[in-house]
């Protein structure tokens, strides 16, 4: 059967905000606190109750459509069962993304939900911010909305600085200091009132955050190792910003890897977030010439 975009976009929106309302009935409370063996940092080794509760509600949302459309499922706090490399697309989770800000009770957690063909293109992005009640999707090629209305782009502002979203382990990558470098070089070519590094909680949030704000990009160097970031920390935005024209890259400017056969973690090839375009190809030329494979 033919997908219908539209239709199960709604059902992900239903899913993420089901989700929201769980996470958003724990927030501030103690809650059972796992760690994971995966990932190489504290925000990807820890998971809680809640994490378990928000991931199978969504489950539960989006289970019919795996039948009537034959879709896989890939999430974050299941085992990859590889048949996103078999069906012609699949449902991309994650439950709570930012769980260690959830944690700490500080903002940068939110529901990421996505439908990714076979070939790793996103078809359907759904960010849910519980803290800030807003909800974003997007559709291919219908565009992307938040809290139902277009998003629409802004121009660099050169009253504010150039600024970076890194994740906390960034802090203690080996090139911070070469970063910092290009990036206040990169500002002086855009006219741009300085440069400066922003540690932040959550994936998700980090992309959605640079989406209104064309001074800040994200970006994470390319890592040989199985770690870092995986395809549903990024497929729901990708899909957003493919919809807003703004950038989602690897670091060479290609596409990301959303179906990655060997492996679910992204950072083989680093990744760019931008929503203003000569800011993103400047960015690319830093990330390529400090490859830290």
Same mark, same amino acid.
């Given at each position: 059967?033919?997908?219908?975009?539209?239709?199960?976009?709604?059902?992900?929106?239903?899913?993420?905000?089901?989700?929201?309302?769980?996470?958003?009935?724990?927030?501030?409370?103690?809650?059972?606190?796992?760690?994971?063996?995966?990932?190489?940092?504290?925000?990807?080794?820890?998971?809680?109750?809640?994490?378990?509760?928000?991931?199978?509600?969504?489950?539960?949302?989006?289970?019919?459509?795996?039948?009537?459309?034959?879709?896989?499922?890939?999430?974050?706090?299941?085992?990859?069962?590889?048949?996103?490399?078999?069906?012609?697309?699949?449902?991309?989770?994650?439950?709570?993304?930012?769980?260690?800000?959830?944690?700490?009770?500080?903002?940068?957690?939110?529901?990421?939900?996505?439908?990714?063909?076979?070939? %790793?293109?996103?078809?359907?992005?759904?960010?849910?911010?519980?803290?800030?009640?807003?909800?974003?999707?997007?559709?291919?090629?219908?565009?992307?909305?938040?809290?139902?209305?277009?998003?629409?782009?802004?121009?660099?502002?050169?009253?504010?600085?150039?600024?970076?979203?890194?994740?906390?382990?960034?802090?203690?990558?080996?090139?911070?200091?070469?970063?910092?470098?290009?990036?206040?070089?990169?500002?002086?070519?855009?006219?741009?009132?300085?440069?400066?590094?922003?540690?932040?909680?959550?994936?998700?949030?980090?992309?959605?955050?640079?989406?209104?704000?064309?001074?800040?990009?994200?970006?994470?160097?390319?890592?040989?190792?199985?770690?870092? %970031?995986?395809?549903?920390?990024?497929?729901?935005?990708?899909?957003?910003?493919?919809?807003?024209?703004?950038?989602?890259?690897?670091?060479?400017?290609?596409?990301?890897?959303?179906?990655?056969?060997?492996?679910?973690?992204?950072?083989?090839?680093?990744?760019?977030?931008?929503?203003?375009?000569?800011?993103?190809?400047?960015?690319?030329?830093?990330?390529?010439?400090?490859?830290?494979?």
């Amino acid at each position: 059967m033919k997908m219908d975009l539209y239709a199960l976009c709604q059902l992900a929106i239903q899913a993420a905000l089901l989700a929201g309302k769980i996470i958003d009935d724990y927030r501030g409370q103690n809650v059972k606190t796992d760690h994971k063996t995966v990932g190489g940092s504290e925000a990807s080794q820890v998971v809680t109750e809640v994490d378990h509760k928000a991931q199978q509600a969504i489950i539960q949302t989006l289970k019919p459509t795996l039948a009537l459309y034959d879709l896989a499922l890939l999430a974050e706090e299941s085992t990859d069962d590889g048949m996103r490399l078999e069906k012609q697309a699949f449902w991309c989770i994650d439950p709570m993304d930012g769980t260690l800000a959830f944690i700490k009770n500080v903002a940068g957690f939110s529901v990421s939900i996505a439908l990714v063909a076979k070939n %790793g293109k996103p078809l359907i992005g759904v960010v849910y911010d519980p803290v800030e009640k807003n909800i974003y999707h997007a559709i291919k090629g219908a565009g992307a909305f938040k809290n139902n209305q277009p998003i629409n782009l802004p121009a660099l502002n050169p009253d504010l600085p150039l600024v970076l979203c890194a994740d906390i382990s960034f802090k203690k990558h080996r090139h911070l200091k070469q970063t910092q470098q290009g990036l206040e070089k990169i500002s002086a070519e855009l006219g741009l009132a300085g440069a400066m590094i922003d540690f932040r909680i959550g994936a998700v949030l980090n992309a959605i955050f640079t989406l209104s704000n064309p001074n800040i990009c994200y970006f994470k160097y390319a890592r040989s190792d199985n770690s870092g %970031g995986s395809i549903w920390d990024y497929a729901a935005t990708a899909c957003l910003f493919n919809e807003t024209k703004a950038i989602a890259c690897d670091i060479y400017g290609k596409p990301m890897d959303l179906n990655r056969t060997d492996s679910s973690f992204m950072n083989h090839r680093g990744l760019i977030y931008s929503s203003a375009p000569k800011l993103a190809e400047k960015i690319i030329e830093l990330n390529q010439r400090l490859d830290t494979r």
